[in-house]
């Protein structure tokens, strides 16, 4: 993919200076072993770094971030996973399904903590009947190595032997060393650099996207970034919408979700909130497909009828959450969604029948409630 990237700056006649560079000043930077590159605009795409908490031992060959644990050349036997958020979830779901014995060790009480709380629960379900080691609210606090293994302290005096570690307790934005104070950009180390909803930064031809802007920490939404950040250098008026970004979660189940989470929902909008859950045992593709596991569900506010969110958990859900971004960024009622027609047999039938739960009109399901009239 990276190979076909280089490919478009070429056919683009996109100049690639390959070399270390920092701002000089807020018109020019300056690159180790080139000469000075001026520019009326710039957009600054830096990323992020995974951090590491100070906690003893953690500095061992076999403490490794994500990155490090894709150079392995070879499956640990066992694997700890210090973290229990998108990153940890994920490669737990990938190297248990490779044979390595997996222990989660999470200091919160939830896995991916930030999203849904059904859909976390439905993770921690199925990890568990898949037999990794859940070790929530409970903190690390020393690694020891002894030759080719580590020993993990947790909690109260617990441990657990592990063959290597992966570290993945978040990551922070890449905006120190890059000469923003030369520049005259605002930033914060924890933050990232300051931007509007145009990703303009407090110098106004230099902008920033992706992980370093600290916003959303996905590669999708550095994408349309990118694109807006660009086209307002060339003098145009785009912004980012936050509203609809989409949450996918790489695990087997697949999460996904988009808009707010029913407990976004209930802060923001009280009583007025309607929630609908179709499982995927009642949907005939699941079943005929034998990936019966887990629900969509819709999630509206009462006076208007607005779809406000949308959490799936199951088959392909990572690909479905789409029809819910173009729901949510419409700004459609969950009563479109409802009753548009969805293609029979299909897996995207439950996003409708999720909005017919939530209305008390369900088809596939008996009704728990009296639809409104």
């Keep these: 993919m990276t190979t076909g990237v280089a490919g478009l700056l070429k056919a683009n006649g996109v100049e690639w200076v390959k070399g270390v560079g920092k701002f000089k000043d807020a018109n020019t930077i300056a690159v180790e072993g080139w000469e000075d590159v001026s520019f009326k605009s710039a957009v600054v795409a830096t990323g992020s770094f995974p951090l590491r908490p100070p906690i003893p031992g953690l500095e061992s060959d076999l403490c490794v971030d994500s990155t490090g644990l894709l150079a ?134 230099i902008y920033a996207v992706g992980d370093c802007a600290g916003y959303w920490q996905l590669a999708h939404t550095a994408f349309r970034e990118g694109e ?37 929902a209930r802060e923001q909008y009280g009583d007025d909130v309607a929630v609908g859950v179709f499982p995927w045992v009642a949907n005939a593709r699941a079943v005929m497909q034998a990936e019966t596991v887990g629900w969509v569900k819709s999630i509206h506010e009462t006076k208007y009828g607005e779809l406000l969110g949308m959490v799936m958990v199951g088959p392909h859900v990572t690909d479905l959450i789409e029809a819910g971004t173009v729901a949510i960024d419409a700004e459609s009622t969950v009563e479109t969604v409802a009753d548009g027609m969805a293609a029979h047999p299909t897996l995207s039938e439950a996003i409708k029948e999720a909005g017919l739960v939530a209305l008390g009109r369900a088809i596939h399901l008996p009704n728990k409630k009296k639809a409104a009239v």
């Design 72 to 205: 392995q050349t070879e499956v640990p036997k066992r694997l700890v996973i210090l973290g229990g958020g998108i990153i940890g979830a994920e490669f737990a779901s990938i190297f248990n399904r490779f044979g390595s014995e997996v222990t989660i060790i999470e200091m919160l009480d939830t896995l991916i903590p930030q999203e849904d709380a059904d859909a976390a629960k439905e993770l921690a379900k199925q990890f568990g009947k898949r037999g990794i080691t859940l070790q929530l609210g409970k903190q690390c606090t020393k690694v020891e190595q002894k030759g080719n293994a580590l020993t993990v302290s947790f909690g109260e005096g617990e441990t657990v032997d592990c063959d290597l570690m992966l570290v993945s307790v978040g990551r922070a934005p890449l905006v120190e060393g890059l000469g923003l104070e030369a520049a005259g950009v605002a930033f914060d180390k924890r933050k990232g650099i300051t931007t509007d909803e145009h990703r303009r930064t407090s110098v106004p031809h």
């Design 228 to 264: 807006v950040a660009a086209e307002n250098a060339l003098g145009h008026d785009a912004i980012v919408d936050n509203r609809a970004v989409p949450r996918p979660i790489y695990t087997d189940p697949e999460i996904a979700g988009v808009g707010l989470t029913e407990a976004q």
